[in-house]
């Protein structure tokens, strides 16, 4: 009985082929150029603050240095979950990432829209 699971076991996992690196790369660095513009959009939005004629108060740096750091570590989180994965499940964990990338960044768009001077020193 062991040995006809071990054999059923041993055939799956022949019957799957490995996705080629250059899948993986292709892939990342396709995702990666939109991580990549939204953490660029967020350093950008930092210095122009900092650099204003009012500053950041410490909660405004918090904030603004948390929308630099997000990308980062969503782009990390998500590829790894997802780089052991088929090709296209890959990209969908890279772009649920993305999706949470975006929906932060909204968020602090907005606030700094509504509540922008408390966000200023």
Known sequence: MSDAITDAAASASAGRRAKPTWVVVV???LFGLFYAYALWNAVSFLIAQATGPLGLNAYGWFVLLLAVIFPLVAFGVAFAIGWRRAWWQFALVLFTGLCA?????LNVIAYAAVYGA???G
Request: charged share 0%.
């Open 118 to 120: 408390s966000l200023l």
């Open 27 to 29: 892939i990342s660095v």
């Open 101 to 105: 990338v975006s929906v932060f960044w």
